[in-house]
């Protein structure tokens, strides 16, 4: 037997590889298809079977795809203010790059000029997005570099020295950038990543699309909410999706509730002693024929009795309302702030704090990690984006403020601060007790620059008092001295005379 050669042995390795990349693949796909087989699934026998399906009792779809969220984002209204919302008001104003306090660096103004490109409209696009990686389980972000003139050039990797010319940005959904090719080389540091994307563009002024194979070098990819795996998340709506199928269930036949239920029925009772002919008969059906039809307002008939039924028409709100608190719930969302009605100051406050936070915490813990630092590193790998000053020190972003206070909010807060102030400083043990710096942190709820800035107004102040009692005793000895003087004068002349 013929001996192998190195090359047929790395050869054999890498089929195995593959081989092996595919059965764990597949073991991970009949894991979760089992998992799924058990949703809804009740009352279990030692045999393994069940008795009972939920998910089939109540319509519940089991393997979810996602075009199955796309329509509920496209034509559900809860479905997508539960995308829409907290994306829109975390994006909101955008926010610079801060390396250094001291002087702009090269990284902070290329990114000021990066997302004053309005062809760009780089928080627009990085909103959008946002939103794409809500609805499925990874979205993409395709850079349109200059180093491309024909479309079989995306498949190539990117072109040192043009490829920093930036000229468009195109957020794309899962649907539209199917991932085409795997990276299945365990010795590079992509191992595992995709490789190639089969991308889907709408063609300009028509309706028709043309489909590109796409170099990952191109394409920045995020992915949706992740627990495992590094590609591939889950929809935003996926833990929500039964309690959207209900809200969709509760609303729309409440809407066909009313409509057939408003208009009542009408019986006709025929008198015992009246033969109904045929004659009558149709004559009575053509009655109620252009009654239905908006034609006639009133009904004759002869020998019949004739009543109308009771409405049936039930108030939905306490079902929908179930559904709507387990929606913001698991999305921690305001309910208020999720349908759009304030109702009350007292509860309007706290939902708006809520509301606040849930949208702080997105710009302090998701956007950062998940979609603009890889962001920003991409357009420093293309030559967009200067380099980072120091590797050390990093970078952090400052954002537009989420709310600002009224004048008359302002007011009311300085009301409030200054009765506290006074109330503490008429205490003369208040300074043994609680520290000045940390009553106006714990107490008054200064920021620490705050705080420094009135400790820095206070020793102003000290020092400026200080010189002012100090020339007020030199004028005071200047005086006395000038006093005793003509004293001395005056008595030098008497003694002279």
């Known amino acids: ?37 058990r949703l809804g699934q009740q009352y279990g026998t030692d045999a393994g079977t069940y008795s009972r399906d939920i998910y089939e009792a109540l319509g519940y779809p089991i393997e979810l795809k996602y075009q199955d969220f796309a329509t509920r984002y496209i034509r559900q209204d809860i479905a997508r203010a539960v995308i829409d919302k907290p994306v829109d008001g975390s994006w909101q104003g955008g926010c610079l790059i801060q390396e250094s ?17 309005e062809e760009l409209d780089v928080f627009g696009k990085l909103n959008r997005l946002d939103k794409l990686v809500g609805i499925g389980s990874y979205g993409v972000l395709l850079f349109g570099l200059g180093d491309v003139s024909q479309k079989d050039q995306f498949a190539l990797p990117i072109t040192e020295g043009k490829s920093s010319q930036l000229i468009y940005l195109r957020p794309l959904g899962e649907d539209s950038a199917k991932i085409n090719q795997w990276e299945t080389d365990t010795s590079n540091p992509r191992y595992g990543q995709p490789l190639y994307y089969d991308i889907t563009l709408a063609q300009p002024g028509s309706d028709s699309t043309t489909n590109l194979r796409v170099h990952f070098s191109r394409v920045l990819h995020i992915p949706g909410e992740i627990l495992e795996g590094t590609v ?13 199928f209900d809200l969709e269930k509760l609303v729309g036949g409440s809407a066909e509730m009313f409509w057939r239920g408003a208009r009542p029925g009408y019986k006709a009772k025929v008198d015992p002693e009246y033969t109904l002919t045929t004659d009558d008969e149709d004559d009575f059906k053509d009655q109620l024929d252009e009654y239905e039809h908006n034609l006639r307002r009133f009904l004759v008939a002869r020998g019949m009795d004739i009543n109308s039924l009771d ?10 309302d179930i559904q709507i608190q387990m929606i913001s719930a698991q999305t921690g969302i305001p309910k208020r702030i999720l349908t759009g009605s304030e109702r009350g100051e007292l509860a309007s406050t706290q939902d708006l704090t809520s509301w606040y936070s849930l949208l702080q915490a997105r710009r302090e813990n998701y956007l950062p990690g998940s979609i603009l630092r890889p962001f920003i590193h991409k357009c420093q790998d293309i030559g967009v984006l200067a380099p980072i000053k120091s590797e050390e020190e990093g970078y952090s972003f400052v954002w537009t403020p989420l709310f600002e206070k009224s004048d008359k909010d302002k007011a009311e807060v300085g009301k409030i601060r200054a009765t506290a102030l006074n109330q503490y400083a008429a205490q003369p043990m208040a300074e043994a007790i609680v520290p000045p710096e940390a009553f106006y942190k ?35 000895k200047a005086a006395a001295k000038a006093e005793a003087e003509a004293k001395a004068k005056a008595k030098a002349k008497a003694v002279k005379e």
């Open 311 to 320: 409405t049936q028409v039930a108030d939905p709100s306490n079902h929908v």
């Open 1 to 37: 037997m013929p001996k192998k050669s190195d090359k047929d042995r790395q050869a054999q390795l890498k089929r195995i590889q593959a081989l092996s990349q595919t059965i764990a693949l597949e073991g991970n796909l009949v894991s979760r298809a089992t998992l799924s087989g």
């Open 442 to 476: 714990y107490f008054l709820g200064f920021e620490q620059d705050q705080i420094d800035m009135i400790t820095k107004l206070q020793e102003a102040a000290i020092d400026e008092e200080g010189k002012s009692i100090k020339a007020a005793e030199e004028e005071e």
């Open 101 to 117: 306090t001291d002087e702009d660096t090269l990284l902070e103004k290329s990114w000021k000029s990066l997302i004053q490109r």
């Open 232 to 244: 591939k998340g889950s929809s935003r709506l996926l833990p929500i999706y039964n309690r959207l």
